[in-house]
């Protein structure tokens, strides 16, 4: 479907994240977005999003500024962004809303914008990779492309909260029963492995991470447990990198501190799709994750189906 | 101590300050008032579940007008807004809305755990939260990706003028001024 129109463009924003701590999400993206059609353009000068349950939480006014010109940069070249990370996503779409909204906070952040010769004007949309690939793509397009169907992989998935979270105000799907991220990752071909505790949070987010290690973590190892009691998955799979930076490294970091061993494999959306689409995981350094350069460990690439 | 008696908490009205509501409700919080103490939010939390952490009693303080021992409670600091009780309150009070709220008042008022000064400091000086560091330059150039993303740590002009947003906000001030107040 795609082939038939312009190539459709969007400005990438990378955050913090994928570019300085999983930069395989990032090569996966670009192998992916390459594949399909689309085309990723730099946003030259870009900044943290600002985390949102961070720098939201601090003060609003300096996170809707500093989220407002990382908008303006895309304004200036009239296309769409798209990013890779439900907490950017939450950042860039809540801002970009609540500058629509609230007279008196676009009031302020632009006059904070004109020192620095910027102005936001409301004029782009912000979309997460997963509308790119759902919307814009389309999913009998994607799974055109999956020559490596993962069959027989048991697939766990973790949607994470702010790409479809408030469900009245993102109107992305139904939040308490979503189904548009495993349509996706079905494309694939792997197994969806249903459980209990898919919905909840990966403990990492509205700065808890950061507050308090061990209360973050016990999110992450009941999500864990919950896996294991659905009778286990060979990956897990989601659309953010900080959900995957805390359930990745988070298994190195619940071993020490609660003397509990997971060894999941635990892959962005983009890596399942890279792997699907025919790449093999050294063109897009999925040896790379922090779990297993601490644990100085490899994917467990029977369980994947693929080899190093 | 070692009698039945009930110690009963007193609340004085030195402790009650009324626009305490009013400001949560006009920074967007707009139903809060509506709150019918039903408990869906503390029982849906997944923080709450293993921390004391009490959505409900949080929004039960806060419409008391109990501002002080909302805005040093540490608790404060356990909700992961992964708004699952925003989603299932019955009625549509935005309640991790009024958290992020609360957090900012608290802020001002100097209530600010020193590990999240430090990520603010890391903002500051590099105009993201995580930033870049050698071993992940290398393994970015491994994986033929930019050695140096095109971000700020590409564009002094790009920090400077993030910088001059937070000068301009007063953030800055804020938090090299805020005391280690720790909890």
């Not at chain 1, 298994?251 to 061993?261: D, L, R, S, T, Y």
Request: include cysteine.
């Amino acid at each position: 479907m795609i082939s038939r129109m312009a190539r459709p463009k969007f400005y990438h924003f990378l955050g913090c994240i994928i570019p300085h701590r999983y930069p395989s999400i990032e090569r996966a993206a670009r192998l992916v977005f390459e594949d399909l059609g689309v085309e990723l353009l730099d946003m030259v000068g870009a900044t943290c999003c600002p985390a949102p349950g961070v720098f939201g939480s601090f003060d609003r006014v300096t996170w809707a500024s500093i989220a407002a010109r990382n908008l303006t940069i895309a304004e200036a070249g009239g296309h769409p962004i798209t990013t890779g990370c439900n907490g950017c996503f939450a950042s860039l779409w809540d801002a970009n809303h609540e500058l629509h909204v609230d007279e008196e906070l676009r009031k302020r952040v632009n006059e904070n914008l004109a020192e620095i010769g910027r102005e936001f004007k409301g004029t782009i949309e912000v979309t997460h990779y997963v509308d790119v690939l759902v919307n814009t793509v389309g999913l009998d397009e994607v799974r055109r492309h999956v020559v490596r169907p993962l069959e027989g992989v048991r697939m766990a998935l973790h949607p994470g909260c702010h790409w479809m979270r408030p469900r009245a105000l993102k109107k992305k799907d139904n939040s308490e029963r979503p189904r548009i991220f495993r349509e996706l990752c079905e494309t694939s071909g792997a197994e969806y492995v249903p459980y209990k505790d898919e919905l909840i949070c990966c403990g990492a987010g509205g700065a808890v991470r950061t507050a308090d290690l061990k209360v973050s973590l016990d999110f992450t190892k009941q999500k864990f447990e919950s896996i294991e009691e659905a009778g286990g998955a060979d990956i897990i799979v989601t659309p953010c990198p900080f959900c995957e930076l805390q359930l990745d490294l988070g298994q190195v970091e619940i071993q020490k501190n609660f003397g509990v061993e997971f060894t999941y494999d635990v892959l962005h959306v983009m890596e399942l799709l890279a792997l699907a689409f025919g790449h093999e995981p050294g063109e897009f350094g999925l040896k790379t994750h922090l779990q297993y350069l601490q644990r100085k460990s490899e994917p467990r690439w029977e369980r994947l189906g693929v080899k190093a | 101590m070692t009698d039945s008696t009930i110690v009963r908490d007193i609340i004085d009205d030195e402790d009650i300050d009324p626009k305490f509501v009013d400001t949560l409700v006009e920074a967007g919080a707009d139903r809060i008032r509506t709150c019918i103490q039903c408990g869906t939010c503390s029982s849906v939390c997944p923080s709450g579940r293993r921390t004391a952490f009490r959505t409900r009693e949080i929004i039960r303080k806060a419409l008391l007008g109990l501002k002080e021992e909302v805005l040093t409670s540490p608790d404060l600091w356990l909700c992961a807004t992964c708004l699952t009780c925003l989603e299932r309150c019955p009625r549509q009070i935005k309640v991790t809305d009024a958290i992020i709220i609360m957090r900012n008042m608290a802020v001002e008022e100097g209530f600010m755990l020193p590990q999240h000064r430090k990520a603010s400091r890391k903002l500051i000086k590099t105009g993201h939260a995580v930033p870049l560091d050698d071993a992940n330059r290398e393994m970015r150039r491994e994986l033929g990706l930019q050695e140096i993303p095109p971000t700020t740590h590409s564009s002094g002009e790009a920090l400077e003028q993030v910088q001059e947003i937070m000068r301009r906000t007063g953030f800055i001030d804020l938090i090299e001024s805020t005391e280690e107040s720790g909890q």
